[in-house]
């Protein structure tokens, strides 16, 4: 029961600490990818407009426009969700400037305290962002399959798991490296690709779809979207399931040496 009660201590921590700036976090939960689906939703246009224009050709990879607009407004929002650069900038700043000591002395660990803070702020996020592509949805009547939601949510939560374990992972880099920022970005940039954020993933050409699809990465966008959009069915989900749990035993294995031969070079001085 202690365990429980100061994993959700640390919950609440991260929902008063973030909903205490209210316009930042309104920014950052709806305003940033309402302006990412609106630049997303003008490039898919522009290109079916284009392709009809130039060879009357109304789908592309087998989808019209309105498919690839709900993929599109529904992606900006789960990706929105799926990304941990915030806790992950602050769990590295925790190393470099040696406030680590204050974490390692109490009576919990580094890991569960900013795991149950980022999973806690990320489902209140989860409750206000998602009304929005919600909304836009009904009001214009695009395609989403309604018992696919809540599937395709539990998909990106359980997603959210893996991330931060390779965020963890990049995080103790910081141990032996001055600066690690860098990193933290390329990776980022990296997951907006292999995610199915800028493109879906299904309208690559073999063997590269198969390959991202085998990836765990697929599962932060492409496949709950997909899923919720109708453009994968059940066998999709189910593989993102085997993947997602498969990266985390994997990435789980690895982070514990890391973070065990980090505390060993650790000397608590600050970068």
């Known amino acids: 029961m202690s365990f429980f009660r100061r994993n959700w201590a640390f919950c609440k921590?991260?929902?008063v600490t973030n909903l205490e700036y209210r316009l930042n976090y309104l920014i950052d939960a709806i305003a940033s990818p309402l302006i990412?689906?609106?630049v997303e939703v003008a490039f898919w246009t522009a290109?079916?407009?284009?392709?009809?224009f130039s060879s009357s050709q109304e789908t592309i990879g087998g989808f019209g426009l309105k498919n690839y607009l709900s993929y599109a407004i529904w992606a900006s929002f789960i990706a929105r969700i799926s990304v941990n650069w915030m806790y992950e900038f602050r769990m590295i700043e925790e190393v470099e400037s040696?406030?680590?000591?204050t974490l390692l002395v109490r009576p919990m660990n580094f890991f569960e305290y900013y795991l149950s803070q980022f999973l806690g702020y990320k489902i209140v996020t989860i409750l206000l962002s998602l009304t929005v592509p919600l909304v836009v949805t009904i009001l214009l009547e695009l395609p989403m399959i309604w018992s696919h939601l809540l599937p395709a949510i539990l998909l990106a939560i359980y997603y959210?798991?893996?991330?931060?374990?390779l965020s963890f992972i990049v995080v103790t880099f910081s141990f032996h490296?001055?600066?690690?920022q860098g990193i933290s970005v390329a990776k980022n940039l990296a997951l907006w690709i292999f995610s199915g954020e800028l493109l879906p993933l299904d309208i690559f050409p073999e063997p590269y779809k198969s390959w991202f699809l085998f990836l765990p990465f697929s599962n932060g966008v492409f496949v709950p979207v997909a899923y919720l959009t109708g453009r994968v069915d059940e066998t999709a989900?189910?593989?993102g399931l085997k993947s997602i749990s498969l990266g985390i035993i994997v990435l789980g294995l690895l982070a514990v040496p890391l973070w065990k031969l980090g505390l060993r070079q650790y000397v608590g001085t600050g970068a």
């Open 13 to 15: 921590l991260a929902i």
């Open 36 to 38: 990412t689906a609106g």
């Open 47 to 52: 290109i079916f407009t284009t392709a009809q």
């Open 98 to 101: 040696g406030s680590l000591n």
């Open 160 to 165: 959210l798991i893996f991330l931060y374990i």
């Open 177 to 180: 490296l001055t600066r690690v």
């Open 237 to 239: 989900l189910w593989l």
